[in-house]
């Protein structure tokens, strides 16, 4: 049974960090890439960062480059954000996605609510 599961905790104050997990089971992720995605209340989801299956090579949106960092662990079957120098205005609920590179399989995490506020 595929299933992505996302763990981490939700509450920092701002210019703090927090660091989000999604561990992946039933299936291989070497040929995954995997994005964090974010939706904030009123707001549609935007992508926040991927990594590539290969090479690693990773992106950032504009708006979290420099502070965000995307990791993954292949043997684990996991990956990771972290996330440095928190504002107010990354609260939202965050969710990872595993994408084939090879086929239409598409994965999601269940959502993490992170909130951003003193």
């Known amino acids: 049974q595929v299933q992505l599961v996302e763990s981490g905790v939700g509450l920092a104050q701002p210019v703090g960090s927090l660091r989000l997990s999604c561990a992946a089971s039933?299936?291989?992720?070497?040929?995954?890439?995997i994005g964090w995605f974010r939706q904030a209340p009123g707001k549609e989801r935007e992508g926040v960062s991927c990594?590539?299956?290969?090479?690693?090579?990773?992106y950032y949106a504009d708006s979290v480059k420099g502070r965000f960092t995307i990791t993954r662990d292949n043997a684990k079957n996991t990956a990771w954000l972290q996330m440095n120098s928190l504002k107010p205005e990354d609260t939202a609920v965050y969710y990872c996605?595993?994408?084939?590179?090879?086929?239409?399989?598409?994965?999601w995490g269940q959502g993490t609510q992170v909130t951003v506020s003193s």
């Open positions: 039933g299936f291989t992720s070497d040929h995954y890439a």
């Open positions: 996605n595993y994408k084939s590179m090879y086929t239409s399989g598409s994965y």
């Open positions: 990594i590539s299956s290969s090479d690693g090579n990773t």
